[in-house]
């Protein structure tokens, strides 16, 4: 038997429909916030990650798909959306018909790391980033929508966004050599991948997640020291604007993104419900981004939103996702064929339904219905043609109703009784 590769998976028809209703309804809201749909091709070249994630980053040096395609050119599966995105927007010069680009974008990501329960070798993000200008309230609404997108989800409640702010070219040079200093007095308590960042990127020794680090690092110095006057101005504004839209937030002076192209604003929607895993969505600003990979001097600020880890917590609580509105069941050749042609008008006019084509009593149509989670079950049978109605049951309350066997009525009825 050929399985699937290891950390990739299947979405399972009973799963679809949460990951329907988390892509549908952040499509609704990034399109409301006047961002549009830009897709983009899984390969890149390979210095697109390079040159935006920093060759000394983990997701480069260790977790990258990369192969040397037919031709001898080096091509690497996307690890993430923002490089590409990015790539996009100066490629296709889109700031000419529109100085602020703001786009979304669906879809896989790949990087070859354990898996474990929210983390898988390939994995899905929703993709948000906006182009042309450097602002607080930019930033502001940015976060503002990943806010209301888990409000919307009814998960407000099981996250936390946590923000910082990691400086500038003025200010962070100045914040680094002090945390170099820090880190000579503790190479011993690290981890061998932290005593080598130190030389590399010592910034990145804050984002490790092994205990004995991070027990370690509760005496470093925090960028928040050191911010120069502009970045506190900067970050004090964005906050001000959050607090006006009733955004509620937590300061994490220690919060750092693991990719070298953030600057400035950084957040974070964490949980307590998913173990390790604790980061759902996170994003950030990143001023430098569009040079690096050979734009223009363009600022850009945005997010990812982890699609598995936001379905296992809509599934702690207790999310269970309806795909269909009714299940029509038909006992007897006469009944079925009336009910074919009143499937089919219902169907048509938007009521999701299913209708048996075997022999089947009564009790076994009501089994399949109840492991289909069906609201409402339309009871169709010889009696109630001789009657010109149909049985309407609905499965949550035990309760049966009379309606007539009229679209119009019918389905003014399953509406009424099944959704809420």
């Known amino acids: 038997m050929i399985r699937a590769v290891k950390g990739f998976r299947d ?3 009973e799963e679809a429909p949460l ?5 549908e309804t952040a499509r609704d809201l990034f399109e409301a916030y006047g961002y549009s749909e830009l897709r983009i091709p899984v390969l890149e070249k390979t210095e697109l990650f390079e040159r935006s994630l920093g060759i000394t980053s983990d997701i480069v040096e260790k977790e990258m798909y990369t192969f040397k395609d037919k031709g001898g050119e080096s091509v690497t599966l996307r690890p993430e959306a923002t490089a590409s995105m990015a790539r996009a927007y100066i490629e296709h010069a889109l700031y000419h018909s529109d100085p602020v680009g703001k786009y979304y974008y669906f879809g896989p990501m ?3 790391e354990r898996p474990q329960a929210g983390r898988l070798r390939q994995f899905h993000q929703l993709d948000v980033e906006a182009f042309g200008y450097m602002s607080p309230s930019l ?4 976060i503002a929508l990943l806010s209301t997108l888990y409000r919307r989800l009814h998960l407000s409640q099981l996250t936390t966004l946590e923000i910082n702010s990691l400086g ?9 050599d002090c945390l170099l200093q820090f880190l000579e007095k503790v190479r011993g308590g690290l981890c061998p991948d932290c005593q080598s960042r130190i030389e590399r990127n010592p910034l990145r020794v804050l984002d490790c997640k092994r205990e004995g680090c991070r027990r370690v690092m509760e005496e470093a110095p925090v960028i928040s020291q050191y911010l120069c006057p502009s970045c506190q101005e900067y970050q004090e504004e964005v906050l001000l604007l959050l607090e006006d839209l009733g955004i509620p937030y937590s300061l994490n002076p220690r919060l750092v993104r693991g990719l070298d192209y953030y600057t400035r604003t950084v957040f974070e929607l964490v949980t307590p419900h998913l173990g390790a895993q604790n980061a759902v969505a996170a994003g950030g600003r990143y001023d430098d981004l569009l040079q690096q990979i050979g734009g223009r001097d363009i600022p850009g600020i945005g997010f990812a939103v982890g699609m598995e880890r936001t379905i296992l917590l809509l599934e702690k609580g207790g999310e269970v996702p309806r795909s269909l509105d ?3 069941a038909v006992l007897g050749p006469s009944a079925l064929k009336v009910g074919m042609k009143l499937a089919q008008g219902l169907r048509e006019r938007g009521i999701r339904l299913e209708i048996t084509h075997e022999e089947k009593s009564l009790k076994a149509q009501l089994r ?3 492991k289909l989670k069906v609201p409402i079950v339309l009871i169709l049978g010889e009696e109630e043609l001789k009657k010109g109605g149909i049985i309407v049951r609905n499965m949550d309350e035990g309760t049966q109703t009379w309606c007539p066997l009229e679209e119009d009525r019918l389905i003014a009825h399953v509406k009424r009784e099944g959704r809420p």
């Open 326 to 328: 009714c299940y029509l």
């Open 19 to 23: 990951w329907r209703r988390v892509e």
């Open 368 to 370: 399949r219905a109840s």
């Open 11 to 13: 979405v399972l028809p």
């Open 168 to 176: 500038c070219k003025e200010c962070r040079p100045v914040f680094r």
């Open 110 to 112: 790949f990087r070859h």
């Open 139 to 142: 930033d502001a609404e940015v």
